[in-house]
């Protein structure tokens, strides 16, 4: 069935870093790809995603491409603030929310 | 728009006492799931309502667990008796259509001790 594997956090930067954050999936079709945010004390936010092979997906200076010959998603940021500390999960759908699968999650600390 | 709430944020219970969680879906959204996080490991799906009807349960756990949507508004997931493997954060999400984006809610942290 279809997955998704993140890298393990947690992640500490200090600001003004660049920003990678794995994500590698396994499917059976062409799924979409999500990024979603969780911000402290708040839900899941759609961060980005890209629905084909190549798209990238980008959003608050935030990238991902899909890249269907490597079934890799990366996350990457060239420039991080303390704001954007929250934790990231990685997410697959074929079409709807009752398939979507989602990474561990990772977290991510930014220091001044 | 309102967005997807949950009720409550936090909820601390025994073993073996019973939880109830409530999630109001944005208004509109007929499609509406529950996910949880359990030990920080990965978010995963529960079950899908289609307004009032269960579309899809193949991820509930086993039979402590009772999600009802009446009426096709709200939804209440009951764990009865609750476990200590219960512990987690349960997500709530809408969405207008199965090609529309989701729209997650704050979750309910539960800690059974």
């Known amino acids: 069935g279809n997955s998704v594997t993140q890298m393990e956090g947690p992640v500490t930067l200090s600001e003004e870093a660049f920003l990678t954050i794995n994500c590698t999936y396994t499917?059976?079709?062409?799924?979409?790809l999500f990024w979603y945010v969780q911000y402290p004390g708040e839900g899941l936010q759609l961060l980005l995603k890209a629905t084909k092979a190549d798209d990238k997906g980008s959003n608050k200076g935030f990238e991902a491409t899909y890249r269907k010959e490597t079934t890799s998603f990366h996350l990457e940021k060239g420039s991080v603030q303390v704001s954007d500390s929250a934790v990231y999960f990685c997410?697959?759908?074929?079409?709807?929310?009752?398939?979507?699968?989602f990474g561990a999650g990772t977290r991510l600390t930014v220091k001044p | 728009e309102a967005g997807v709430t949950q009720f409550p944020s936090h909820s601390v219970i025994e073993k073996g006492q019973t939880v109830t969680l409530r999630c109001d879906p944005i208004?509109?959204?007929?499609?509406l799931y529950w996910y949880r996080r359990v030990m920080g490991k990965e978010i995963k799906f529960l079950l899908h309502f289609v307004k009032e009807s269960k579309q899809d349960e193949s991820g509930m756990p086993n039979n402590r667990f009772l999600a009802e949507r009446t009426g096709g508004t709200y939804s209440t997931l009951k764990v009865q008796p609750a476990e200590l493997e219960d512990s987690g954060v349960y997500f709530c999400a809408s969405q207008t259509s199965v090609d529309s984006p989701l729209h997650f809610g704050n979750g309910t942290r539960l800690t059974v001790t």
């Open positions: 208004s509109g959204h007929d499609n």
């Open positions: 499917a059976t079709g062409y799924p979409s």
């Open positions: 997410a697959l759908s074929d079409r709807s929310g009752n398939d979507m699968r």
